[in-house]
């Protein structure tokens, strides 16, 4: 059966509610009275169906503080396939630009496929440092690799747009481009292997060949006395 397997990061400051991420899209209640920053990385898994694929998730939320310790460190340890960046409306771009920065550094993450996800889009237009319409700016300003800008909140009981947001935008599109990856695989290597299954055919023939003329010789061979 078709298996795949993805490991998601989430970057972002402190505060813009990622830890609140993988709750919701796991239907698990967030605890917020015993609510704390994440110190290095927490991770979560879980398993779905997607077009007959078996999919299996590993959801990591990275520690927001850039000052107080290499956050992109278990990049270096862990084969993520896909990063979400977060943004929190009300504290402006200051903080996601860092992100930003951070991951065009780092080697492996510098061309992972990324999605801008705004969060307390509950809020009203003058609350937000960061319209809708500035979303989508800084999603083309982060280049073709930023392929989705989605506004969302943790801020009420509706877990239902998180999940469909993993679901069906995010996890449907690694299964698709991991689908795609393996027929371009399949259809540059024809050739070689047509070449090398060609060539055992004809030695296995060749063979086959030999011991049958060898076995008619020492017929004849047996039959005028020879041997």
Known sequence: KETHKFTIQIFGEIGVGKTSLPMFYQQVEPGWSGYAPTTF???SKTSHRVNGAVVEVNLQDVAGNLNAN??????????IVFAV???DVEAGFEGLNEWIEELSLDQRASTLPVALIAT????????????????YMKQNAIGERCFLFRETTT???DMRPIQNLFLNDIVTFLVNKSRSTSLANSQLMPQSHQFESKKAYTSNIIFKSCKYISFILSALLWGFGVL
């Open 85 to 87: 960046l977060q943004l």
């Open 120 to 135: 307390k889009s509950d809020l009203a237009y003058d609350e937000r440092d960061v319209s809708e319409e500035m979303g």
């Open 70 to 79: 290499n956050s992109c460190t278990p990049i270096a340890n862990k084969p």
């Open 41 to 43: 990385l927490e991770e």
């Open 155 to 157: 801020f009420t009981n």
